[in-house]
Structures are given as C-alpha cells and as structure tokens.
C-alpha cells in the first residue's frame, strides 16, 4: 500500500478516493462515506470515526460534493446570474439569495464586464453542473429567450418579462413617480437624467417613469440631458464632469441618477467644481445604499429593499426545487422615497 507521502509526491496527480481511505483505516468505502458527510449517529462506532478521520487527515481526502450530486442527476449548485456585480446593490441582494437558500446549496455568481450582460451561451456552458435552480437578476427578454433553462427558474427586478419564469420585482416606477413629484414641488423645471448603460428592464422602467411624470408636473428632461455611463463613481464623476458646463447654461438645476453610485459620482465632481447641493443642484438616486444616508450631504434616493428582494427570490427557487407549488408566481416588493440633504436643505 502506498504512504500519504508517496501519494503526494511532486508530479504524481492521483486523485485520493474513499477507497484508499477505507483500505488505510480498515473500514469499509460505505463508512468512509457516512463519516465524511457527517451522517454517523448510532451508525458508525466512535473507533471507526476515529480511524477515518485519522486516515483522512492523513491522505488529504476531500468529498467530492458535486461529483456525487451529479450521479444522483443534480447538484446542490444555485447559479446567480447578475449584469453587473460592482453596483453594491448586488450585495445585499446576494446576502438574501444566500440566506434563503441555507447550508444545502452552494451558490455560483455568473458575472460579466461591468455594462456587459452575461450572454445565454456562457450561462448554458454552466448547465453541465446540472444546477439544482438558476436565479436571474435584471435580465433582458433577449437573454430568457436564448437561454431555455431546463433548471428552475425564477428571475429578480424583471418588470414585464414575468411571463417567462416566476418573478419577485421591485416597485421601482411608483419610487420613480414620487421622486418627480418631489422635485417638481421644489420648483425645479429643468432636469438631466444619469443613465446605466446595462440596457436592462429595471432601468428603462425607472427612466421612463420618470420622464413622464416629470413631463406631467411641468418638468423638462431634453434628451442631450440624459447620458448613460457604467455604475461606477468615477465614470459617472467623468461624465458630468464633462456635461455640467453645458447644463449648467442651459438651467438645469436638479440631477436624477438610475443608482446611487452613479449619484456619488455626481456629487464627487460637484464639490470639485464647487457646485452647492442643494442650493445650485439638487442629486438624487435609487437604491438607497447604506453610505447614501451618511455621505455629505446625505442623498435622496428611492429605497429599493435589495436584501428583501434576494430572499423572496431565493424562497421562490428553493420551493421550485423542492417540488413545490408557488402560492403566487408574481411577487412585488414596494419601494419608497428617502428625502434627504442633496435635494432639500432644510434636511441637512
């Protein structure tokens, strides 16, 4: 039989097997087996645990968890497929995601270039993990199309694309809505519009809700007022920077951003340019992100409740894959406006 130190030799590639730690603790490979997943009550003796263990340890044994999940036809793999992991939006909702589906599932990020939405064929490639449910969060109609997942689905911020799979969206048009009327009661008549690039569902929606209920309180968003950028605080800093001068002449007094990290950048660059908020500019954004409420001054943003939205949604696909009825396949989630300092200085 071969030592632990032969086996681990430099260039020798041999992958330990349970039953090279059956034959090095005496047992047999149905014992190996119950120890290393913790299924040994009033099943195995507490020498035996010992001994394999022992043997464990020694041989530098590990379970291979997905290997045996795929014999049984699938794994405990959850793939997260999401447009753009550096909005820290995604943060909260991967917390949720993870507390709902608990220590039986493993869960996989499909991420792409921030801007870029993942592409049909790189999460397909996925499928040969034989996932036990796949999640997609703010995707296009084009991506469910192509993707024809075998796997439970259920997908995040879709709005108008729940005829595809079970859905847990956010409210995001009604925020939309109450943060135009918001600036249009503080007498702002010319505004400009931060954009993501992303080119998803979710920020069409809080664009265009936006725009119409500017319009229909009085207020003008010309389109060389809207710009798009990725989620990024300095790209989104670089281009106001670039933009403000123009606007500025052309009386644009308030600033709405399709996230709180694009408005980050805007303030950013304001201060640079001594711009007063929110005397000369007023800012506001959506997420209501945790340092929104501590920056200087503190922004106004549409409370989006990211964590909330990860664990319905997790729910969701937990109940699909356990065989389980949905007692609703549409669920929406209420967002709300948070007034702060970056539009009302009585709020600083």
């Known amino acids: 039989m071969e030592s632990a130190e032969q086996l681990q030799q430099p260039g020798r590639s041999r992958r330990i097997t349970a039953a ?18 913790g299924k040994t009550a009033g099943r195995v003796s507490a020498d035996n645990i010992s001994r394999v263990r022992e043997a464990i340890a020694e041989l530098g044994y590990v379970v291979d968890g997905i290997g045996s999940s795929l014999a049984k036809g699938v794994s405990s793999i959850v793939v997260l497929v999401a447009p753009d992991i550096s ?12 507390e709902s589906l608990g220590p039986e599932y493993q869960l996989l990020l499909s991420v792409t270039e921030a801007g870029e939405f993942p592409q049909a064929d790189d999460v397909r490639r996925l499928m040969s993990l034989r996932p036990a449910g796949l999640l997609v969060d703010a995707p296009n109609a084009g991506f469910l199309e192509d993707l024809a997942s075998p796997s439970p ?12 799979a079970p859905a847990v969206n956010l409210d995001v048009a009604s925020g939309a809505r109450e943060l135009a009327a918001h600036l249009a009661g503080l007498g702002h008549r010319e505004v400009a519009y931060v954009d993501s690039v992303t080119g998803t569902e979710t920020f069409a929606l809080r664009r265009n809700a936006f725009l119409a209920e500017a319009e229909a309180r009085g207020m003008a968003v010309a389109p060389e007022h809207i710009i798009s950028t990725t989620i990024d605080v ?8 670039a933009t403000w001068p123009a606007w500025q002449r052309e009386g644009v007094t308030a600033v709405v951003c399709g996230t709180d990290t694009h408005a980050y ?3 950013q660059e304001a201060r640079v340019a001594g711009v007063r908020i929110p005397e000369e500019l007023a800012v506001a954004g959506f997420d209501d992100l945790p340092y929104s409420a501590t920056s200087n001054p503190g922004l106004t943003s549409v409370h989006l409740p990211a964590t909330s939205l990860g664990l319905k949604a997790g729910e969701q696909l937990r ?28 709020e600083r």
């Open 20 to 37: 090279m730690v059956a034959a090095r603790a005496g047992v047999s490979t149905a014992t190996v087996s119950l120890v290393a997943n």
């Open 87 to 98: 909005n820290p939006f995604f943060a909260k909702v991967i917390a949720g995601v993870r």
């Open 153 to 164: 689905l259920v997908l995040l911020d879709a709005p108008g694309l729940e005829g595809y």
């Open 234 to 241: 300095g790209t989104a800093a670089s281009a106001f920077a």
């Open 265 to 267: 950048g805007v303030l």
């Open 319 to 346: 109940r699909l894959m356990e065989g389980k009825a949905l007692e609703r396949t549409g669920l929406t989630l209420e967002s709300s406006l948070v007034v702060r300092g970056s539009t009302t200085a009585a």
